[in-house]
Nanobody, 120 residues
Framework: QVQLVESGGGLVQPGGSLRLSCAAS????????MGWYRQAPGTQRELVAGVTSGGSTNYADSVKGRFTISRDNARNTVLLQMNCLKLEDTAVYYC??????????????WGQGTQVTVSS
């Protein structure tokens, strides 16, 4: 069982910055990948950025060059630094963690979501 606690959402003006944080806790933590997804009204949830335990990252094309994902493996936390925010970045952002119990058994866990609103 893994619990994810998210923080850092809020209201920001276009061009501004926010930092999202997600901390994982629970029993038998062996987290492989962590990432951030987002979902705007009327849209499907999409991957924003992900990072492996080894530090490899990937980003949605829409956020490349503006967002940076980082991870602290020792603290089981993942950060998403969001710069140059645009109106279209407005969404509920969800933390995701993939926990590996065994080689054959992985499970995805989700945070409750944090609202990011970009508005002038």
């Amino acid at each position: 069982q893994v619990q994810l606690v998210e923080s850092g959402g809020g209201l920001v003006q276009p061009g501004g910055s926010l930092r999202l944080s997600c901390a994982a806790s629970g029993s038998h933590l062996n987290i492989d990948t962590m990432g951030w997804y987002r979902q705007a009204p009327g849209t499907q949830r999409e991957l924003v950025a992900g990072v492996t335990s080894g530090g490899s990252t990937n980003y949605a094309d829409s956020v490349k060059g503006r967002f940076t994902i980082s991870r602290d493996n020792a603290r089981n936390t993942v950060l998403l630094q969001m710069n140059c925010l645009k109106l279209e970045d407005t969404a509920v952002y969800y933390c995701n963690a993939r926990n590996r119990a065994t080689y054959y058994n992985t499970r995805d866990y989700w945070g409750q979501g944090t609202q990011v609103t970009v508005s002038s």
